[in-house]
């Protein structure tokens, strides 16, 4: 997939977005985000609170984000899946700090104030949202 394409679509406002996550058990989660975003073609990042997504990535960190725009029918959906490698971690500094103030404007002080940290990802491979059969 045509990784500019994807970085459009992902930083749509309009987007739908979900993390995929697993423990070291093998344990999986997934959850709807709408802070994470591409800031270029090989990363993503993204706020996150105390939840069980940032729990799993601390054990594992290994993710799947799957973004979809949708369409009058399944077919006509856009999207694609991409898989990432949590590079780092930040209790604070100037990114959460950014998160923060967003997600202020946006939800207020509630939702802005859950924010804990903020995570760079490594985009490892990116794939389409329906594959053609092999």
Known sequence: MDKKAVMRMFNKKTRIGA???SNK???VNAAVFGSPRMIDEDTVIMAIG???SLQYLQENPKATFIVIE???APTEWKGARLYL???SFERY?????SFRENIRKVA???SANAIIAAIRFNVT???ALIAPPN
């Open 19 to 21: 993390l995929a996550t």
């Open 25 to 27: 058990n093998g344990d």
């Open 50 to 52: 105390d939840n069980r």
């Open 70 to 72: 949708p369409g009058d």
């Open 85 to 87: 490698e949590m590079a």
């Open 93 to 97: 500094g100037e990114l959460l700090d």
């Open 108 to 110: 207020g002080d509630k």
């Open 125 to 127: 491979d990116v794939r």
